[in-house]
């Protein structure tokens, strides 16, 4: 079979990558791809935006795929699945419906609240003046402000004291920093404890939960710096142990999951609940409404179960005849090499070196998110976040050690990267 990825990040190259390995499948074409999807086995660039729906329609039906994969929330958002499963084609994911789910952060918290899940208390704003008289009217001093529509990761601005947070309102919604994703916010308790990322496959009535993760979102070392779209992660989380797994599945995946069908707005595709680990147990900070990026990276380096199975039960609604997922036993470390200036402005075009070199040591896997071929064939920087360095390790501390060795043999102007990814868990593993 032929299968149709849509995106061109790291997380795309991961799926395309992780699909292409599975012997039912001779080619997975990636609309539009990237230098790294160019060069892999088995899968070849199209190009075509993941914006040009009436193209993406013609080229999988020109190509009979057996489905299409849709990466990124934006499409998904913008209702590619309605557009494709109208044209009679499979696709992997919400419909534009469900997808509000990650669309809109107030209507995630609504769906939070009639399913009774944990989440931070909220209250939700469209004027500045009514805002600041909210962040000034009580005796909480740290925030999260939360710009309610799409803004690729960072329209959330955690905030230490009341001026912070007045200065989060006028960016998002005066300034309009992230567009017309603030023309609502939501102004949060800030809760305290470890972020985990728990990422569940559900066909709108199975869950199959995949291995908790966690992400770094924090530009900088120690968690410093504004938020970015994820600068490392690695998995298994420990954090999130198998009595914890349960208790998220019980009382956070499946009671989202049967509220929206209450709510005539059926969820099929990947449930990705990003939690605040909190003293007083697990609470939701946010859905995401497709595999997260980079947790992606490090789950398919160690996901042995053929994807393909896996997504076709979840598009067919027969996941709960599906097999218990295979993973590799040894942990996965992702760590993110971005361009000088990410996640602000920063300068395309960038020759990189060191690809061979890192690509020839064992147990690694470098994913391109932000890359194109040059008119010679050399690979250069075409994003913020440029690569995905994986590894596999007996110990997390291993596959640490493995990703950022690999990590030194790559080069570019400007390239840098977080230091200190998985060294909270190598850190809590040591106290053991």
Same mark, same amino acid.
């Given at each position: ?15 395309? *990558? ?36 009436? $193209? ?49 952060? !107030? ?61 989060? %309102? ?11 994703? /603030? ?12 972020? $985990?990322?728990? &990422? ?9 939960? &995949? ?15 504004? =938020?970015?779209?994820?600068?490392? $992660? ?12 349960? *208790? ?12 929206? =069908? ?45 994807? %393909? ?25 992702? !760590? !993110? ?17 060191? &690809? ?19 008119? =010679? ?6 994003? /913020? ?26 080069? *570019?102007?400007?390239? *840098?990267?977080?230091?200190? %990814? ?11």
């Amino acid at each position: 079979m032929e299968i149709l990825v849509v995106g061109s990040g790291g997380r795309e190259h991961a799926l395309a *990558w992780k699909l292409a390995q599975s012997p039912k499948v001779s080619k997975v074409y990636v609309a539009p791809g990237n230098a790294g999807t160019a060069k892999d086995a088995k899968t070849e660039n199209v190009a075509i935006g993941e914006k040009d729906f009436p $193209a993406l329609i013609a080229f999988a039906k020109e190509k009979k795929v057996a489905f299409t994969v849709v990466g990124p929330e934006a499409p998904l958002s913008a209702g590619l699945v309605d557009a494709f499963e109208a044209e009679g084609l499979k696709a992997f994911g919400p419909n534009q419906k469900a997808a509000r789910l990650e669309g809109s952060k !107030v209507f995630c918290k609504e769906v939070l609240n009639k399913a009774l899940v944990p989440t931070a208390r909220s209250q939700t704003f469209d004027n500045v003046r009514d805002a600041t008289n909210f962040i000034y009217s009580g005796r909480e001093s740290q925030f999260v402000v939360k710009a309610d529509g799409l803004a690729a990761g960072k329209g959330v601005v955690v905030c230490d004291n009341k001026e912070e947070a007045l200065d989060a %309102v006028k960016r998002i919604a005066e300034d309009r920093e992230f567009g017309d994703a /603030g023309a609502r916010f939501l102004i949060e308790e800030r809760l305290t404890g470890q972020e $985990a990322s728990v &990422l569940a496959i559900t066909d709108g009535h199975t869950i199959v939960t &995949l291995q908790p993760a966690q992400d770094h979102k924090a530009a900088y070392d120690g968690d410093k710096g504004p =938020n970015t779209g994820g600068m490392g $992660a690695y998995c298994p989380a420990s954090l999130v142990d198998d009595r914890k797994l349960h *208790w998220i599945e019980e009382k956070v995946l499946l009671p989202t999951v049967f509220t929206l =069908n209450r709510m005539d707005t059926p969820f099929k595709g990947v449930l990705y609940a990003g939690l605040m680990m909190t003293p007083q147990g697990p609470r939701v900070l946010e859905y995401n409404a497709r595999f997260g990026d980079p947790e992606c990276q490090p789950l398919m380096f160690r996901l042995k179960t053929d994807l %393909v199975d896996v997504l076709s039960a979840a598009i067919d609604e027969r996941l709960a005849t599906l097999e218990p997922l295979e993973w590799d036993s040894r942990a996965a470390v992702c !760590v !993110v090499m971005a361009s000088e200036g990410y996640p602000g402005s920063y300068v395309k075009g960038h020759k990189i070196s060191g &690809l061979e070199e890192a690509a020839k040591l064992p147990d690694v896997k470098v994913f391109h998110a932000g890359t194109k071929l040059g008119e =010679n064939g050399e690979v250069l920087t075409n994003g /913020g976040r440029v690569l995905d360095v994986v590894a596999l390790g007996d110990t997390v501390a291993d596959a640490k050690r493995k990703a950022y060795e690999a990590v030194s043999k790559i080069s *570019w102007q400007g390239s *840098w990267y977080r230091t200190d %990814v998985a060294d909270k868990e190598i850190a809590a593993a040591a106290c053991k």
